[in-house]
C-alpha cells in the first residue's frame, strides 16, 4: 500500500472504534490534531444509529449543524459505514437484526495539500445478531467524505 | 458492549490487517491460538481480490480446499467485507473504481461453548479510488462466518 | 440521440414534474393526447410515497384500480422512480430522510407501432434530506413500463 | 446439469414448499433421511416472515436454538430465500407489498462426503402484491448454507 | 394461501424447470393451453445468461422479438429471476461464481378475467458456486411479469 | 415544496439534459452564474459513462483535475445519477443493457448562505434497452453533492 501516515485517518478512527481515543492516539500520536467525537448506540433501528451519531457530532462541535454540507457530508459518510456494518443490506429490525456499535467521528486534514481541505471519518464497531444476547458476531464499517 | 475476550476474534483480524500479526498479537495475546493468514491485492477486478484471498487461505491450509462447505463459508465472509469495501455496489472496475487492499483471513473458536465450533474473519484495509494515484482514500470491510 | 418526438413521453413527464401540465404542454403541445395526473407528497414513509400515487392514478381514472396488471405496471413504475429518488437506497425514514415530492403519471402511446401499446410514465421532484427544514437538496426519478 | 440425486435437497425443498411433504417424498423417496419443517405466514412485515421460520425450526428440533452457529446458518438461508421472494429490495411492507407464503425447511447432509457435513435449505412458494386481495402474483425463493 | 389453480403458471414453470415440460404437465393438466419454452445455459457471464433465455424465446415464437413491450417484459422476468438465483447481487463472474442453469419460460392467462390478459413467467434452476465443479449448491429464481 | 429558486440548480441540470443550455438559461436564467458543461455517451460500459462525465468536467475547468476532493464530489453525484438511469442495479452491460445518454454538470453555489459553499449537479437523460435500436425507452438520473 502507496498510501502515507497523513492519509491513514480512517485507521485512527478505526482504532479509535476498536479501543479507545487515548489507546488510538498512543498507536498514532500524529493524528493529536484531529477532531474525535465517540458514543455508543444499541439498537432495532438504523435511524436511531444514524440520529446518535449526528447528535454526537453537533453537541461536540465537531460539525456545525447550521450548516447543511456539514451535515450532508456527516449523512453520507454514516451510511457508508453503516453499509459495511449491514453488509449489503441497509436494514436492521426490518430483517430482524440488532445492533450493539461504539462509534468514532475524526474530522481533520489527511492530504498534504491545502486545496484538498477537511474530510471526515466514520466508524462503527461492535456486534450484530439476533435479537437475543449472545445471539450475534462482530461487525465493522468505515465511511469517509469530504467535508 | 457486551461481547467478551474471547468473542473480539474480529477485532483481532482488524488489527493484524491495519497493522500486522506481529503487532496485533502483541495486543491481544489471547489470540495466539487462531490461524491468520495474511496478503495483499490490488486490482480495478472485484474477481482478483476474491481469488487472492481464496488462494491465501487454501495454500496456507487455512481452509481445505477440497471441502465444499469450507470454500463456501469463506466465500460469503469473503464477500461479506468486500460490501464494507465497496459501500453497498459490491463493484470495482465496473464503476470506474480502483482497490489497493491488504487482507486477513482468522479461523478460530471464539465462543467458549464446545458446539459452537469455528468461525472464520475476513478483514480488507486499503484504498479505493479513481484510477490514478492519490485520488483515492481508505476502505475497511469485515466479514464473519462460520465454518 | 436517436430517439424521435413521439418516444419522448418521459421528457414529458419530467417537465410536468418540474413545473406543471400546462407549462409542459406549452413547450411539448404534440403530448396533448397523452393523460396525466399530478400530486404532491411529503413523507418519511416510502409506503405512503407510493400509495399517493396509486391512489391519484386510480381516483383520477388514469388507469383501472380493478384491474391487477394496472396495478402491477404502474407499482414497478413508481418503484423505479423511487429508485432514482433514493438513489439506491430504496428507503426514506428508515435512513433518517425525508422527501418532499412533486409527482407526475402519464400514460399513452409513445410508439408508432400499434402493437406497443399503452405505457406509462412516473416522475418524481424535489426535496430529500433530513428532517429539518432547509437540510436538504433536489432529488429526481424517472420509471416507465408497458400498461 | 451435473448435479447428481444426493446434491439436490433444494429441489426437494422447493417441492415441499410448492405442493407437501408427503406429494415431494413421493416424487423424491432418497430424501427421506432429510428433516422437514413446513409452515405458513402472511405478513407486510419482514421481520414476522423471518421469526415465522426461526420459531418453526426451533419449535420443531430442526435447529438447536441454543446454539448460535445454527441459528447464524438458518438465518443467512432465509435472508437468501427471502431475496428471491422480494426479487432485490428486501423489504415488504416498506414498499407496500404483502406476502402470503408458505415454506419449507429442510436439513440433511446433500453431499457423499462426509467432510461436507450437514447443510440447510429454505424454500419460500407464495404471492406478493398490494395489500389487496387478488392484487398479486406468485414468488419464490430458495436458500442454502452450511451448517 | 388464496390463490386458485389458475393463478398458479409460476408453480408451473418451476415444476418446468425443476423436472421437464412432460412430467409438469403431467402434475398439472391444466396448464396445457400455457406456451412453454426450456433451454439450458451454463456462464459465468450474466448477461450470456440472459440473452439464452432471450433467444431461446424468440427463435421458439413465444414472444414476438419485433414488438419492443413483448423484449422488455421478459427482459424484466429475467431479471427478477436472476435476483433469486444471485439472491441480491445480481453479479455472477465478477464476484467469482459461476452457474450452470436450467431454465423454462411460461406465457398465458393465468387470471379469469379476460382484461388481465397475458403474464410470462421465467425459472431458473441450477447450481451457482465457485468455477471448479462440485464446489457449489443449488439455486432457484422466479420472475413473473405482465406481457 | 417549500424551495426557493436559488435552490433548484438540479431543476436547472435537468432542463439543460433533457433540452440545451441555451433552452434552460431562457427558462431559467438567474443560474447564469452557475458553470455548466454537457456532453454525449453511448455505451454498454458503465465505467465509459463514468469516465466521459469525469473528462468532459475535467477539460472544461468545471473540476480541478488535481485536487482529489473534487474529483471525490464529482464521482459521487455521478454515481447517484446512474443509480437513476439504472434504477438500482448499477449495471449497464453486464445485465445485457445499453445506454445512449446526454449528460449535465453544473457547478455553482444554490444556497443563500456563504457557508454552504458550492456545490455540483450531475443529470443523465436519454434511452436504455437492448443493444438494438428502438428496443429502449427514457431514462433519467440526478445526482447532487457538496464540493
Known sequence: MNQNQQQAFGKYAT???LTDAGTALGLMPEYKS???VTGKVGSMDLKKVISSVE????R?????GEVY???HALYHAIIEAAEGVTRGKLSV???MR???LTFSVVRGRPYAEADEGEWIAVCFYGTIGAP???KEHETLGLGINHM
Do not use: C, S, W
Not at 447528535?55 to 453537533?58: E, L, N, Q, R
Not at 461536540?60 to 456545525?64: F, K, P
Open 15 to 17: 482504532l479509535v472504534a
Open 34 to 36: 484531529f477532531k474525535v
Open 55 to 58: 447528535t454526537a457530532a453537533k
Open 60 to 64: 461536540n462541535q465537531l460539525i456545525n
Open 69 to 71: 454540507r456539514e451535515t
Open 93 to 95: 429490525g426490518e430483517v
Open 98 to 100: 440488532t445492533v450493539g
Open 132 to 134: 437475543i444476547k449472545g
